[in-house]
């Protein structure tokens, strides 16, 4: 067991060594190195902080559970909680080390009363529970705390807010003057701490630095857009990225259901969660966006409050949150457990000065981006299209319509009939005028051209890597690179204008005769620009492409090489393997 050394020397005993090996632990987190040892050995109490999912949850979890004995009298260790979803989730969490078979049980607001009482009565040792409910207990002295000895604060920023201080204070009052206090929180405010204090006897701050996870596992940037842009912008961001799977903030109730809505009506797979969704609905929410049933979530920050949900590609900021703490939660939701996310944030002119602040707060490295452009969105669509097509054919999963094609081929040339079917299918949602505008706000991107690249992170690169390949094959400088663009199996980069068709011919030129590697995108109009002059150049240099039917770097190939792109350049060179169409129904 020499790989669990480093959960040995936190002073853990061999059994429970043994559930954490079946659990699947490897190391423990920062916050745990620092957290079970004070709470093993020491006897003060504690404030620790450490973003969320860092493992806080093992980190007291683990230590109580080697520290109590199995009674299943009164009540020994208490968890509060500010939601009925945590109460649930970190009573599975300690379940999944209990092997001293201690009775833990959630006790929350809208589950039965007579469920809770039995188990009550039965005898239980730890409870995680929501304030509300755990008062109404000891109203009825169906709970009872006179042997408690540890009492949890989980996320205890909002436990100690001006919602629940009040409740907590009455709960403490019953419980024993020396039990053990605990907090637990991803940010912990100065007010906040010091207001703890005072149920505190010696204390013990532990903190892990917050940004250290942010800024490596979060890609953090921004857009700026108008307040009545967003909704576009979003819908953009959801279609160039065909595993989007991510929770969108909204600071109101009606904020959400607005968005929702809206959302719906567009054919998104997407759901609503804030504190009037009642607690049924919610965990069906919940499980079908596990289940990645719905790919969308829009939520207001209380409601999505210690939400475990693992492996988020997107959190996107539609509005700022209140403050820096909530930024920070929210975008703690990406980038777990290993894996890299994106934090987008919004930001309309009215927002400009309060995220200025937060940006400072925050410590890290926001950076401003261009949204996807129009002929992003549509080249990727296209692009898909064209990978389904050849997945259908391939499978040869087509033919009970054999007899109908060629019924409909007596009638129709077949470029009229499959223009007429791509109609029906698409609607209008391959062409360019169905996209409203997106005016950019003051910025100037004039003489710049973008440029599509068949590659993109599944082919290893990273934002970085590819800045790196520009700059050492293309010989461009750093400033002269804008706008990096990365998805999945293409990216976007803007160059100047005159160094446009230099980049393409070098780029092909290393992708050896295989496929072309880049091409000038499409439409190089920069959105919103107003500068006359520049866009009628950029069109000089785009009708030149498109005269000849083909916009993407055509001219620097042969003939035969070009009766060969019958399909989207997208396509080519793209893994077979498909993404589900997940941003539709
Ligand atoms: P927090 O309370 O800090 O937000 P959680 O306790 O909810 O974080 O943990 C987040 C996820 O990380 C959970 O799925 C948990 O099981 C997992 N986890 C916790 N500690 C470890 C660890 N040492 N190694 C691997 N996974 C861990
Ligand atoms: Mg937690």
Redesign the pocket.
Same mark, same amino acid.
């Given at each position: 067991m020499s790989e669990l050394e480093e959960f040995r020397i936190l002073g853990l005993s061999e059994e429970m060594l043994r559930a954490i090996s079946a659990? &699947?632990?490897?190391?423990?987190?920062p916050?745990?190195k620092l957290a079970i040892p004070a709470l093993l050995s020491r006897t003060s109490d504690l404030i620790a902080q450490?973003?969320?999912?860092? &493992?806080?949850?093992?980190?007291f979890g683990l230590p109580l559970l080697e520290r109590l004995e199995p009674v299943r009298g009164a009540v020994q260790a208490l968890i509060l909680v500010p939601t009925r979803e945590l109460a649930l989730?970190?009573t599975e969490?300690l379940l999944?080390f209990n092997y001293k078979k201690l009775s833990i049980a959630p006790i929350y607001g809208g589950a039965s009363m007579s469920e809770q009482l039995r188990r009550l009565k039965r005898g239980i040792d730890i409870v995680v529970g929501t304030p509300g409910r755990i008062l109404d207990h000891i109203g009825r002295e169906t709970l009872d705390l006179h042997a408690m000895r540890y009492l949890v604060l989980?996320e205890a920023d909002e436990m100690l807010n001006m919602g629940f201080i009040d409740d907590v204070e009455a709960i403490m009052s019953h419980m024993p003057d020396d039990r053990r206090v605990m907090l637990?929180s991803?940010t912990m405010p100065d007010r906040v701490a010091s207001l703890a204090q005072r149920y505190m006897h010696e204390t013990e701050v532990l903190s892990v630095p917050s940004q250290q996870m942010t800024a490596e596992l979060t890609d953090q940037i921004y857009f700026e857009v108008r307040e009545s842009d967003k909704f576009d912008a979003l819908t953009r961001i959801v279609d160039v990225e065909p595993e989007f799977y991510g929770i969108v903030f909204c600071r109101t109730k009606v904020g959400v259901d607005e968005l929702v809505s809206r959302m719906l009506e567009r054919g998104y797979s997407v759901e609503g969660l804030h504190g009037d969704v009642s607690q049924a609905q919610r965990e069906q929410i919940l499980r079908k966006f596990k289940r990645r049933q719905v790919n969308i979530l829009v939520a207001t920050d209380v409601a999505a409050r210690?939400i475990?949900v693992?492996n988020l590609s997107h959190v996107i900021n539609y509005s700022l949150p209140q403050d820096t703490e909530s930024y920070v939660h929210r975008i703690?939701r990406t980038g777990?457990?290993g894996n890299q996310g994106t934090a987008i944030t919004f930001i309309s002119p009215s927002e400009f000065r309060q995220f200025g602040m937060l940006k400072r707060e925050v410590k890290a490295d926001i950076k401003r981006e261009q949204l996807p452009s129009v002929q992003d969105v549509i080249a990727i669509k296209r692009a898909k299209l064209q990978d389904d097509l050849r997945e259908v054919i391939e499978s040869g999963n087509h033919t009970e319509y054999q007899g109908m094609a060629e019924e409909i081929l007596t009638r129709y040339s077949a470029p009229e009939a499959l223009s007429a079917l791509l109609r029906l299918a698409f609607k209008n949602e391959l062409s360019e005028s169905h996209y409203p505008e997106i005016r950019s706000i003051n910025v100037d991107r004039r003489g710049k051209t973008r440029i599509f690249m068949a590659i993109g992170r599944s082919d290893g690169f990273d934002a970085r890597k590819l800045v790196d390949l520009l700059k050492r094959e293309c010989e461009l400088p750093d400033s002269k690179i804008d706008d990096v663009r990365l998805m999945d199996r293409f990216s976007f980069v803007t160059v100047p204008f005159n160094e446009a068709e230099r980049v393409v011919r070098r780029l092909n030129a290393i992708s050896r005769g295989h496929h072309p590697l880049a091409e000038v995108a499409r439409d190089n109009r920069p959105e919103g620009s107003s500068g006359h002059r520049e866009e009628g150049t950029e069109r000089g240099f785009r009708k030149r492409k498109t005269s000849e039917n083909m916009p993407r770097g055509g001219t620097l190939r042969g003939g035969a090489e070009r009766s060969s792109r019958g399909r989207s350049a997208v396509s080519r060179g793209r893994k077979s393997s498909t993404p589900k169409r997940r941003g539709r129904k």
């Open positions: 659990k &699947g632990f490897e190391t423990p987190s916050i745990q450490a973003q969320t999912g860092t &493992g806080k949850t093992a980190a989730q970190v969490e999944s989980d637990f991803a210690g475990d693992n703690g777990r457990a």
